[in-house]
């Protein structure tokens, strides 16, 4: 269904600023059914290309219009290396992320966990190394107010195994993660997390309260043209809405995945109104989490762009 943004569509020649980020007024007479977080990646490239502190995440958000904070471990490496040492460094992440939040009056809602350990790996003593590794992160998201963690399950090329190693590895992490009140989230993210009826089977078997997905409209990529790089294409892919269906039973949080748009501002590979229907009509009403990953804007003006098509298709679903 096609959208027209009102104005604000998302024009290649145009990269919009903060100066231009406040919502139309169209698009904000109507609360949404759901409410609007934006997810660290969106800015990866001004944080790792263009010198960004991590730590401007909440002013950037804010200025942007967002409520929520969706936080990417791996972005604060470099800050995490630099401390004197691991407990040091975490617990920097914690206090400077907690006050910048403060600051700019936005919510804590989740740390998306990257670089761990493979925590559906076929060998226990792996998984559990895995697990340990997460431990920190969950105690971090647990401190700052976040309800969730977002995990991925790889480690392992072979169905079965990945299906069993999965379901172990999550039980264990979700056993500790109960103790903080913390959820654990796995997100369609390749492999054979990208195939929601797997996925599906794998929470199926976890069955505990804390464990749920993370559908994300765009990652469904099961295996790509050269395995080693991201950006080689797609070999095998799943089907989108299909598998956000599958996936929506158990998701607790959503992420709106958008790279390119068109001369009317509507994704050019997801139709967003149908998306925001099926997670309507599975009755979620938590965040969804922005997550600008193309390369025609500027991280800005994709976000924004993002961010508009997903209220004007809010509008639009019944």
Known sequence: MALSLLGVAACKNKEKTEADAEMPEE????????ELSLAQWSIHRMIREDGLDPYAFAEKAAAWGFKGLEYVSQLYRGQMEAAENEQ????????????????????????????????????ETERNNAIANHIKWVDAAAAMGCHAVRVNLSGNDNEESWIESSIAGLQGLCTYAAEKNINVLVENHGGFSSNGALLAQVMQGVAMDNCG?????????????????????????YDIYKGVEELMPFAKAVSAKSHDFDAQGNETEIDYVRMLQIVKDAGYSGYIGVEYEGSELGEEAGILATRDLLLAAAASVS
């Open 213 to 237: 997905t993370l559908p994300d409209f765009g990652n469904f990529c099961i295996r790509r043209n050269d395995p080693s790089d991201w950006s080689s294409g797609c070999a095998e892919a």
């Open 27 to 34: 698009m904000t007479s109507a609360a949404p059914f759901f």
């Open 88 to 123: 040091v460094g975490m617990e920097d992440f914690v206090a400077r992320s907690n006050a910048e939040a403060a600051q700019y009056g936005l919510v804590n809602v989740l740390i998306m966990i990257d670089g761990e350990g493979p925590l559906a790996h076929p060998d």
